[in-house]
T-cell receptor
Framework: GQQLNQSPQSMFIQEGEDVSMNCTSS?????WLWYKQDPGEGPVLLIA?????ELTSNGRLTAQFGITRKDSFLNISASIPSDVGIYFC??????????FGKGTKLSVKP | DTGVSQNPRHKITKRGQNVTFRCDPI?????LYWYRQTLGQGPEFLTY????????KSRLLSDRFSAERPKGSFSTLEIQRTEQGDSAMYLC??????????????FGPGTRLTVL
């Protein structure tokens, strides 16, 4: 079946740091999405990518869709405390259903 | 209408009992999806509706699970004879399908099920 692999699984950030995470897939997707989930809530869409090679920004977030349509990265610049949460990549399946990775958990450095 | 709502937010039940969850999508959205999320995992697709028609079911949806969307508005997900392995967050999402390949899905807050 289709699988998405996210890395790292978790990371600690200090306010002001830049953060980078990525996602690879065994399958090609026509649409690639990045979501954020806060505790006790559903995922919220951050960025949607539609074209191979596309680079898209949303405020401090930047995401790129790989040329092969099998990978993507998400960068967060100048992180702030509210960036803490779990970030998921997702590919759009043939029925419009989403196939999610296992997530990258962002926490604040103690 | 401020978004997708789900009820109850939490449900604790004993193994073998039946449970039913409700999802109210964004009012003009014609597609409604159900996902299940276990701890440390991303959401996994269960089933979806286009209006009142259930168009796709995942292999994860065993015969103990049934979903309905009788009037093309709200949806219910019932689990019969619950098992401990059913413990998870059940998420609902809705979208307005307009013929394109992808239409943004808006997620509800989920119903957390604990089976004792």
């Amino acid at each position: 079946g289709q699988q998405l692999n996210q890395s790292p699984q978790s990371m600690f950030i200090q306010e002001g740091e830049d953060v980078s995470m990525n996602c690879t897939s065994s399958s090609i997707f026509n649409t690639w999405l990045w979501y954020k989930q806060d505790p006790g809530e559903g995922p919220v869409l951050l960025i949607a990518l539609y074209k191979a090679g596309e680079l898209t920004s949303n405020g401090r977030l930047t995401a790129q869709f790989g040329i092969t349509r099998k990978d993507s990265f998400l960068n967060i610049s100048a992180s702030i405390p509210s960036d803490v949460g779990i970030y998921f990549c997702a590919g759009c399946g043939s029925q419009g259903n989403l196939i999610f990775g296992k997530g990258t958990k962002l926490s604040v450095k103690p | 209408d401020t978004g997708v709502s789900q009820n109850p937010r939490h449900k604790i039940t004993k193994r073998g009992q039946n449970v039913t969850f409700r999802c109210d999508p964004i009012s003009e959205h014609n597609r409604l999806y159900w996902y299940r999320q276990t701890l440390g995992q991303g959401p996994e697709f269960l089933t979806y509706f286009q209006n009142e028609a259930q168009l796709e079911k995942s292999r994860l949806l065993s015969d103990r699970f049934s979903a309905e969307r009788p009037k093309g508005s709200f949806s219910t997900l019932e689990i019969q004879r619950t098992e401990q392995g059913d413990s998870a967050m059940y998420l609902c999402a809705s979208s307005l399908a307009s013929g394109g390949y992808y239409n943004e899905q808006f997620f509800g807050p989920g119903t957390r099920l604990t089976v004792l």
